[in-house]
């Protein structure tokens, strides 16, 4: 998963810091009815102040100021993200400071905050990144590029200024989920039932009981409340069940997705989107069940060596994983900024248990057995065969053409945001104290 890299996306305790300097917080940008805040541009200044180009303190409370004007269009046009699309980033980056840090422990140090306050700001942070980048996408999503376009830009460049393309590969994938114990999922069922009966009898409430029990992270920290979603955002048999609630005072029956176990309670519902709240649970495998699943895999990728069958019909016969299955095993890598689909993976795109894996391949190698989460938080055990592997080069029409497309997309999709910016900063209300107003900004349309 590619790590979004923003100057808002890594959190210190401004409080601490400022009372380590002795400086008292003040409002000092308003943007519309938001405002920013000396310890928001401290934050980011402690983290990233050798990496930041110029003047941090007139760089950094303007791009915070970008931010929330695509905020505050995002809010008016009803542009969101999910919590569980946040949730894997907040993890990611959590899981990289810890080993950074060294243990948990040593990151509430470091950070002086405790865990469930240091993920809350981050998942706020990344929240309002991805919001910001969706609200961007939307302003930007009627740009259609010829391939003419992408010629004539290109023509006359010299070999030195075509994009340079990292490394890539093409993987196939083959995965089992190892077998669940039924007493193992009667036990997460039973365990839903009487929380679900605790909370229509009145001994707890759902958002308590969510918070300290749900396996969905993104969820759990508001009690389990999702956004509102249509039927089609959702899992079938999930949607099938939220969209029959109809009393807000009832929990659901346990239902099975592809997320594991829910029980749901109905929160509003708005014309055709609905809004609930629910506890996820998953249960636990069996170290014996992922060890048989191990070398069941072993044991396929052992025939497919031994050329009884290939890797794809083994992928479209045996493989649990429905994105690849049907695509001979190969994997697709979704751009999430511009939706464009490929083959082709840059190794840090890659799962990371993959890449692992990866790094050690040769072309058309097969890999043992090995285990990883998969997209539904679920541990699954895998194969891969390397397909392709792609050196690092600059790039050409005929090879790289969707690439060299990209490049000329976003130079049109900037040159759109900032006009668009120019022209918002017209309609929006916005104050900068005397102090932080002496700046060379990259809108000079700020101070009015």
Known sequence: MKRLLTLALVTICAQCLYAQNHTVDEVIWVVGDEAILRSDVERVRTIYGNEIKGNPYCVIPEQLAIQKLFLHQAAIDSVSVSDGDVAPYVEQDINEK???????????????????????????????????????????????????????????????????????????????????????????????RGWAERVQTGTTSFSALARMFSKDEGSARMGGELEYYGRTQLDPAFANVAFSLTDPKKVSKVVQSEYGYHIIQLIDKRGDKIKVRHILR???VDPKDVEACMLRLDSIATDIKENKFTFEIGAQELSDDKDSRNNNGIMTNLNKETGVATTRFEMGDLPSEIARMVDKMEIGEISQAFTMTDKHGKETCAIIKLKNRIPAHRASITEDFQVLKGTVEAKKSEEIIQQWIKDKQKSTYVRINEDWRNCDFTYPGWAK
């Open 98 to 192: 810890v080993m950074m840090a060294g243990s948990k422990e040593k990151l509430e140090e470091y950070m002086r905050m405790p865990m469930n306050q240091i993920r809350e700001e981050l998942f706020e942070q990344y929240k309002n990144e991805m919001t910001a980048r969706q609200m961007k996408q939307k302003i930007t999503a009627g740009i259609k590029i010829t391939p003419a376009e992408v010629r004539r830009y290109f023509k006359d460049l010299p070999q030195d200024s075509l994009p340079f393309i990292p490394t890539q590969v093409e993987v196939q994938i083959l995965t089992r989920h190892p077998r669940i114990r039924r007493e193992e999922i009667e036990r997460v069922k039973e365990q839903l």
């Open 282 to 284: 998953r249960p636990e």
